[in-house]
């Protein structure tokens, strides 16, 4: 194979190297924000629980509040119907008081069924937190190991890109910017093996002739088609 062509492939695979981890080490901050955003759900979905258990708290101290007056009613009435002569007064005064009882109770069964859906959200809660500890222990995990990539990545780029240009120093300018230009418009390679006298670039058939002048090894070819730069496979 024609020397510069082997550089060229050298060239090329450190370039391709270098852009698989660009790529990678693009990924990285969307993997962190998904991290994030997980760690931000699971709060919020304990402190959604802690505001519907202050809510409930809320109503039912309202309850029982509710219960009180209605209490001291009763203890007023009660005094009320002790000094009462009068029957029909005593009576009336009785109905009253049966009234906030009933009352009293309606309210007890309300504020029961809100203790009930307190003590759900407390369990629901003790769970969260449970689930959150895990989460933010799995994130906390991830996260460093995410760090570790990061470095390994970086550092691994810093190699790659210092050989890369060891190698680009040996290749003849004209032939370096042909292949750059290549290399980026193309997105994948700018130098490709030629095999059945079929570019592995483009998948087109070049003429016997480009054939031939690929196989002799002799000079710089280019796929008629596609425009990259052929070497023979065999
Ligand atoms: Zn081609």
Do not use: W
């Not at 790529?23 to 304990?46: D, F, K, M």
């Not at 203890?75 to 005064?93: G, H, M, S, V, W």
């Not at 009234?99 to 504020?111: G, Q």
């Not at 093996?193 to 000079?219: D, I, N, S, W």
């Amino acid at each position: 194979m024609h020397p510069e062509l082997e550089q060229l492939l050298v060239l090329q695979d450190r370039q391709q190297k270098i852009k698989q981890i660009q790529t990678e080490v693009e990924t990285l901050p969307l993997q962190r924000n998904s991290l994030e955003a997980q760690l931000a759900s699971s709060a919020a979905g304990i402190e959604a629980l802690k505001h519907r258990g202050r809510h409930v708290e809320v109503d039912r101290k309202k309850l029982e509040l509710d219960v009180g007056t209605r209490a001291e009613s009763i203890a007023r009435l009660k005094t009320q119907q002790y000094q009462t002569r009068k029957n029909d007064e005593f009576q009336a005064i009785g109905h009253e008081i049966e009234r906030y009882e009933n009352e009293i109770r309606k309210i007890e069964d309300e504020e029961l069924e809100l203790m009930v859906e307190a003590d759900k959200i407390k369990a629901e809660l003790t769970a969260e937190k449970k689930k959150g500890t895990i989460v933010r222990e799995s994130i906390a995990r991830q996260t460093k190991d995410l760090e570790a990539k990061s470095t390994t990545l970086q550092s691994r780029l810093e190699e790659l890109t210092k050989e890369r240009a060891e190698i680009a120093g040996k290749i003849e300018e004209d032939l370096l910017s042909r292949f750059e230009r290549l290399f980026k418009s193309k997105g994948d390679a700018g130098i490709v093996a030629l095999e059945r006298e079929v570019c592995t670039g483009c998948h087109m058939k070049v003429t016997t002739q480009t054939a031939h002048r690929v196989k002799a090894g002799k000079e710089i070819v280019s796929c008629e088609n596609c425009g990259r730069i052929l070497y023979d496979a065999a």
